[in-house]
C-alpha cells in the first residue's frame, strides 16, 4: 500500500469509529462527502466478510 492508501484508510476508519465526521474526511482527503461514503461501502463491505 502506498502512503496515500494508509492515509485514506485511517481517516475513513476514523469516520466508521465515529471520531470524524464524513465532511471533515472530505476535507482532509480533498474529495466529496458522497465519494467518501461510496469509499465507506466499498471498503468495509470487502473487510466486513
Known sequence: ??????NRFKV???VREKRLR???AADILNISTRHVRRLLKQLFRAYSG
Open 22 to 24: 464524513q465532511i471533515d
Open 1 to 6: 500500500m502506498s502512503n496515500h492508501e494508509i
Open 12 to 14: 475513513l476508519t476514523g
